[in-house]
C-alpha cells in the first residue's frame, strides 16, 4: 500500500469515528454562546498526523499544536511539523475564527449544537513558520480549517475535538520575483485530537443587559 493510500485510510477512520461521536453526542439544542462566557479563555493541545506533499508525494508527518483563544473567537496559535523527508517548521501566527460573532450578534444559529459548533469553529491563520534547518530560514505561513466535537463537558476540561485542517508554507526569498520552487512551498493537510481546557473569566460582564417586551 502506498503511503497516500495509508494517509486515507487513516483519515477516513477519524472522520467515521468523529461522525459517530458526534451524531451520539452533540445533537443537543443550545443556547448560541456554548459556555464562551462562562469560561471564556480556551487552551487547547492537539496532536495528531498528516502528510506535506513534494513534488506529488506524500509524506508522512507528525503534528502538535497549542492554541489560546479568547472567547473561541481569536487567539494564538503554535504548531510543529515532522517528517521523514519534508523537515520540521515550527509555525507561530494568529488564530481568526469570524464565524462565532457574526452568526451571533446577527442572530444566525442553527441551534443545533453541533451544527453551530462546526460552523463557528472554521478558522484561519497566519504568520511566520520557522524551518528548523540549522539555515534560520524563515516562511510565510496560511491556513485553514475546522473542528468537530467529539465529546464536550461544561467543565474546565471543555471537550475532546477532531481538528482537520490544511496550511500553507512559503519559504522561497525569491518568490516574488519568479515562479516559487516546489522544494521550498508546500502544502500540509493533517488532522489532530484535540483536548480543550476552558478557565473562567470576565466577559459576561462585558455583556449588556437585555430585556425581553412580552
Known amino acids: 500500500m502506498t503511503r ?7 483519515v477516513g477512520s477519524m472522520l467515521a469515528l468523529s461522525s459517530l461521536c458526534a ?5 443537543r439544542t ?5 459556555g ?8 487547547a493541545l492537539g496532536a ?11 509524506d508522512p508527518n507528525v503534528v502538535g499544536e497549542a492554541r489560546f483563544l479568547v472567547a473561541d473567537t481569536a487567539g494564538v496559535a503554535v504548531s510543529g511539523r515532522w517528517g521523514p523527508d519534508s523537515g520540521q517548521h515550527l509555525f507561530v501566527g494568529v488564530d481568526l475564527r469570524p464565524l462565532f460573532p457574526a452568526l451571533f450578534f446577527l442572530y444566525k444559529q442553527t441551534w443545533n449544537e453541533f451544527a453551530d459548533l462546526l460552523l463557528q469553529s472554521i478558522f484561519f491563520e497566519m504568520g511566520p513558520a520557522f524551518l528548523l534547518d540549522g539555515n534560520r530560514s524563515v516562511g510565510l505561513g496560511v491556513g485553514f480549517g475546522f473542528g468537530l466535537p467529539l465529546y464536550r463537558p461544561l467543565t474546565t ?11 500553507y508554507v512559503n519559504t522561497d526569498p525569491s518568490y516574488r520575483q519568479t515562479q516559487p520552487s516546489t522544494d521550498r512551498t508546500r502544502w500540509t ?3 489532530t485530537f484535540v483536548l480543550r481546557l476552558g ?10 443587559p437585555r430585556y425581553r417586551h412580552r
Do not use: N
Open 157 to 167: 476540561v471543555r471537550g475532546l475535538w477532531l481538528r482537520i485542517a490544511t496550511r
Open 23 to 27: 451524531s451520539a453526542s452533540a445533537q
Open 199 to 208: 478557565f473562567h473569566s470576565k466577559l459576561s460582564r462585558w455583556e449588556p
Open 4 to 10: 497516500g493510500a495509508r494517509l486515507g485510510v487513516i
Open 30 to 34: 443550545g443556547d448560541g454562546l456554548y
Open 189 to 191: 493537510l493533517y488532522a
Open 48 to 58: 495528531g498526523g498528516g502528510a506535506t506533499w513534494l513534488d506529488r508525494r506524500a
Open 36 to 43: 464562551r462566557w462562562d469560561r471564556g479563555l480556551t487552551l
